[in-house]
Nanobody
Framework: QVQLVESGGGLVQPGGSLRLSCAAS????????MGWYRQAPGKERELVAL???????NYADSVKGRFTISRDYAKNTVYLQMNSLKPEDTTVYYC??????????????WGQGTQVTVSS
């Protein structure tokens, strides 16, 4: 099993910045990808940014140029640097990890979610 612990959410003014962190732990054999999704009330969970362990990254069009995803492979941690935040970025952000735990094939794991609120 893999556990994800997120941190870094909070309240910020429009134009401000926040940095989210998500650390994976447990019986990890291999992490295939780590990323961030977000889900507004009444809407489907959507991709924000994804880091594939091959080195490729994907971003939602709405965050390109403002958000940056990065990884610390030694610490099994993914970060999301969010700059130029807008009120429409307000929602709960979830860490997602695709990993093989020891003795098992690839599975998707989710963090508990962290609230980001952009408001003046």
């Amino acid at each position: 099993q893999v556990q994800l612990v997120e941190s870094g959410g909070g309240l910020v003014q429009p134009g401000g910045s926040l940095r989210l962190s998500c650390a994976a732990s447990g019986s990890i054999f291999r992490i295939n990808s780590m990323g961030w999704y977000r889900q507004a009330p009444g809407k489907e969970r959507e991709l924000v940014a994804l880091s594939i362990s091959s080195g490729n990254t994907n971003y939602a069009d709405s965050v390109k140029g403002r958000f940056t995803i990065s990884r610390d492979y030694a610490k099994n941690t993914v970060y999301l640097q969010m700059n130029s935040l807008k009120p429409e970025d307000t929602t709960v952000y979830y860490c997602r990890c695709n990993a093989n735990s020891v003795g098992f094939g690839p599975r998707i794991y989710w963090g508990q979610g962290t609230q980001v609120t952009v408001s003046s």
